[in-house]
Nanobody, 115 residues
Framework: QVQLVESGGGLVQPGGSLRLSCTTS????????MSWYRQAPGKERELVAG????????NYADSVKGRFTISRDNSKNTVSLQMNSLKPEDTAVYYC????????WGQGTQVTVSS
């Protein structure tokens, strides 16, 4: 079955960086676009970044453009999110996502940006 496992979250000071990773299994990773979403307390889950199956195309929420970079390694079935210049408003649980007939989600990884 489809499995998505996120890692790399933690506590970081404003202006700092984190790199999230999502390890996947149970589907042909290289055939599917992948996305990262986040959900802050009391807010709806929102799309942060997406990447096409081959990795050539990416898209970002306006709030993270220029600071976050999504990438993938189809040989390792992983998708990553490099987050730089982090702000307190980036604090959220971050989820890896794939749409394969239905939406699949990982368990999420907490990112807290605070001094």
């Amino acid at each position: 079955q489809v499995q998505l496992v996120e890692s790399g979250g933690g506590l970081v000071q404003p202006g700092g960086s984190l790199r999230l990773s999502c390890t996947t299994s149970g589907f042909t990773f290289s055939a599917y676009a992948m996305s990262w979403y986040r959900q802050a307390p009391g807010k709806e889950r929102e799309l942060v970044a997406g990447i096409t199956s081959g990795g050539a195309g990416t898209n970002y929420a306006d709030s993270v453009k220029g600071r976050f970079t999504i990438s993938r390694d189809n040989s390792k079935n992983t998708v990553s999110l490099q987050m730089n210049s982090l702000k307190p408003e980036d604090t959220a649980v971050y989820y890896c996502n794939v749409f394969r007939k239905i939406m699949y989600w990982g368990q999420g990884t907490q990112v807290t940006v605070s001094s």
